[in-house]
Nanobody, 131 residues
Framework: QVQLVESGGGLVQAGGSLRLSCAAS????????MGWFRQAPGKEREFVAA??????????????RYSDTVKGRFTISRDDAKNTVYLQMNSLKPEDTAVYSC??????????????????WGQGTQVTVSS
């Protein structure tokens, strides 16, 4: 089991930036593929970004993936030495407003955008972008 705690959410004006962090407990963080998802009230949870284990397909490149709506604006990264995954969010838009949650799963592979592929979830952190 891995426990995840997100932080870094807040209120920001459109065009601004935030960096979310997801801290994982234990010493097995490096064995998990990691993802960021978001959910706004009344809407279904949607994929934001994902990064694989370092020894996966990328062989050290961590193989980042993004939804089309955030590509070019958001950057996912991981620091296994710190048991932390990050989501750098730039050029934020009001439609980015949501609760952002990080998730961990093993052998996610091509299912990185499917929340059913992740077994462990953080509590979420609120991101609000004002117009």
């Amino acid at each position: 089991q891995v426990q995840l705690v997100e932080s870094g959410g807040g209120l920001v004006q459109a065009g601004g930036s935030l960096r979310l962090s997801c801290a994982a407990s234990g010493r097995t963080f490096s064995t998990y593929d990691m993802g960021w998802f978001r959910q706004a009230p009344g809407k279904e949870r949607e994929f934001v970004a994902a990064v694989s284990v370092i020894w996966g397909v990328s062989r050290g490149g961590a193989n980042p993936r993004y939804s089309d709506t955030v590509k070019g604006r958001f950057t996912i990264s991981r620091d296994d030495a710190k048991n932390t995954v990050y989501l750098q969010m730039n050029s934020l838009k009001p439609e980015d407003t949501a609760v952002y949650s990080c998730a961990a799963g093993r052998n996610v592979r091509g299912g990185y955008a499917d929340d059913r592929m992740y077994d462990h979830w953080g509590q979420g952190t609120q991101v609000t972008v004002s117009s």
